[in-house]
């Protein structure tokens, strides 16, 4: 990791109540107030953040080229990714699901799902795959480029249902709480660790105890319903730490 005074962090820019850069140049959401408490814990003032763009296809080669110290990203702990990078985590556990509009009466998981109805994720997206595939054959698929897109097309009607990660829908669902909700009837597990370089286990060690702080004095759950908690999604309890 950096010299002790300066950290860079790699977040999403683009994912309401988790990370967002805003138009002033700040940062915003729970996965921001996760690496801003890594951050003071390691002994970095906040000033000395290099913050930088973590997208989905990017976040390994941001840590092996060292361009980041850390990745903070709804980044899900798998053991492809633990073969090229280490995880602290998991400090928040996802599951995938759906988001409508708040009125909509046809959906209440992914089952409900048929060829009437228009199911909405990201290209490239594994989400709406495997709903077609697991739960619901018949629906119709449809893909844009950010899932920003998806939830203007269900503002609009011109889709029925989003899908990805829970906390993911949550943070969209905020942003427009008289128009739109979860379904919240999860249907998958994503662990989110922190990802670091590999083989720097001083680094580890202090990461995880300052999740585990995090955690322990509260600040875990605080930033949770300060950044989600207009959505209605219910704060889970926080996980075991497993390294």
């Known amino acids: 990791m950096s010299s002790r005074d300066s950290i860079s962090i790699a977040v999403s820019y683009d994912q309401p109540g988790l990370s967002v850069r805003r138009l002033d140049g700040s940062y915003r959401g729970f996965d921001v107030d996760v690496a801003k408490f890594i951050a003071k814990e390691l002994g970095v003032t ?14 390994e080669t941001l840590l092996t080229s060292g361009e980041a110290d850390i990745v903070v990203s709804t980044y899900s702990i798998t053991d492809k990714r633990k073969e090229i990078v280490d995880f602290v985590g998991p400090y928040f556990v996802a599951g995938q699901d759906l988001l409508v509009r708040l009125n909509e009466t046809r959906i209440s998981g992914p089952k409900s799902l048929n060829s009437d109805l228009r199911l909405c994720s990201t290209a490239g997206s594994t989400s709406a795959a495997y709903v077609k595939e697991q739960f619901a054959k018949d629906v119709n698929l449809v893909e844009y480029a950010k899932f920003s897109d998806c ?4 503002l609009a009607d011109n889709v029925d249902a989003v899908t990805t990660d829970d906390v993911l829908l949550a943070g969209y669902a905020a942003q427009n709480p008289e128009l739109l909700r ?3 009837e999860p249907f998958s597990k994503e662990e989110y660790g922190v990802g670091l370089h590999r083989n720097d286990p001083t680094s580890k060690a202090k990461v995880q105890a300052a999740l585990q702080k995090m955690i322990d004095s509260g600040a875990w759950r605080e930033s949770l319903e300060t950044n989600l908690g207009s959505s209605g999604y219910q704060i889970p309890d926080p996980p075991t730490l497993v390294g």
């Open 182 to 184: 979860v379904v919240g």
């Open 151 to 154: 939830v203007t097309a269900l």
């Open 46 to 59: 906040e000033d000395r953040i290099t913050w930088m763009e973590a997208q989905p296809g990017n976040r």
